[in-house]
């Protein structure tokens, strides 16, 4: 609404509306945690979410070799006719890559998409619980799992030295899978400070950050 004395608009109706959608929606980078917390989960919180936001800052910058690499064969393809053979796998292999190494990033940050028409009219008590027995009993065991499996399609990948059988390029691809392994141990980590940030809820009734 127009606040006809201050001749201004004035947003404060429209406060945390689509905050999920903000990237400071979540997280501890810059935040101060409760004073009843206990002092070794604020510790741990702190820790691994500024690892997170450094880690997910690093691979943003990926998308600058992918940016400069399509603005290359779009120019190479249409105003010489002389199209890469590399452009397009760099640009799946990078996305690819950066997608995984900031995917813990997004978490930390609350920007991952979900589907909580219900869960917002929930109390934070029993949103607490609920993101606590979801963590517990379905991401945790699902990362670990796919902690395992991706590290032996790692290490198979590296000790064969493979390559992209799809591409006439032909790049390596196992730096490609343990980028992606290591996503998902970014995942795993910052799943400790997602469950110690829902055990609070769940015990407090209000969301530490």
């Not at 959608?21 to 980078?29: C, E, I, Q, R, W």
């Not at 290359?72 to 002389?82: D, G, H, Q, T």
């Not at 640009?91 to 979900?114: C, D, E, K, N």
């Amino acid at each position: 609404m127009i606040n006809e004395d201050q001749d201004k608009i004035d947003f404060s109706e429209y406060e945390n509306v689509g905050d999920e959608l903000l990237a400071d929606a979540g997280g501890a980078v810059g935040k101060k945690l409760p004073d009843d917390m206990h002092p070794l989960a604020r510790k741990a919180i702190y820790a691994i979410d500024h690892f997170s936001n450094w880690q997910g800052r690093i691979a943003c910058l990926l998308v600058v070799p992918i940016i400069f690499g399509m603005f290359y064969e779009v120019i190479a393809r249409s105003f010489f006719l002389a199209p890469t053979l590399w452009a397009y796998d760099l640009s799946r292999i990078l996305y690819g890559v950066s997608f995984m190494l900031g995917a813990a990033y997004a978490l930390m940050r609350g920007l991952h998409i979900r589907a909580d028409f219900l869960y917002r009219g929930f109390t934070e008590r029993t949103q607490g619980r609920v993101d606590l027995i979801l963590y517990l009993v379905l991401f945790m065991p699902s990362m670990l799992f796919f902690l395992k499996a991706g590290y032996d399609f790692s290490l198979k990948s590296f000790m064969q030295g493979e390559r992209a059988g799809d591409s006439t390029w032909a790049p390596i691809v196992w730096p490609v899978k343990i980028a992606l392994t290591t996503g998902v141990f970014f995942l795993c980590i910052q799943g400790v400070s997602e469950i110690l940030k829902s055990w609070y809820a769940a015990t407090r009734g209000k969301w530490p950050v």
